[in-house]
């Protein structure tokens, strides 16, 4: 695994030039479109967005994507459409007490069912 300042100077090194050639392209390949037109919208878009991606290449602390928020949230999600059939109201706010001590417990580390 690497340090925050190794993953740093990789991305300064790997990913700032083709970054760069990317904005580069974006911006005449916006010209170049009908704004109106779907990939004009898709070009101004991230055009858009352009500075927040490139936070990126500013901080070996910070992910490229948010994979880990979306997979820790994912059971929280399909919980939330189960509950809709849990049968009672307080069926459900029972189920969502027990994903909270079950959720917690993985967060910890700790084993919810000792035996």
């Not at 392209?25 to 479109?33: F, V």
């Not at 991230?46 to 070996?60: A, N």
């Amino acid at each position: 695994m690497l340090t925050h300042k190794e993953r740093l100077a990789i991305r300064q090194e790997l990913s700032v030039p083709i970054l760069c050639e990317m904005h580069q392209w974006l911006k005449s390949t916006l010209h170049k479109c009908r704004h109106k037109a779907w990939i004009g919208k898709a070009l101004a878009y991230s055009l858009s967005r352009w500075e927040k991606l490139m936070l990126y290449c500013t901080d070996g602390r910070l992910e490229i994507d948010n994979n880990l928020v979306e997979n820790a949230i994912r059971p929280v999600a399909i919980g939330r459409k189960n509950y809709l059939f849990a049968g009672s109201h307080d069926a459900a706010q029972r189920a969502t007490m027990i994903y909270s001590v079950l959720g917690t417990c993985k967060m910890r580390g700790a084993e919810p069912f000792p035996g």
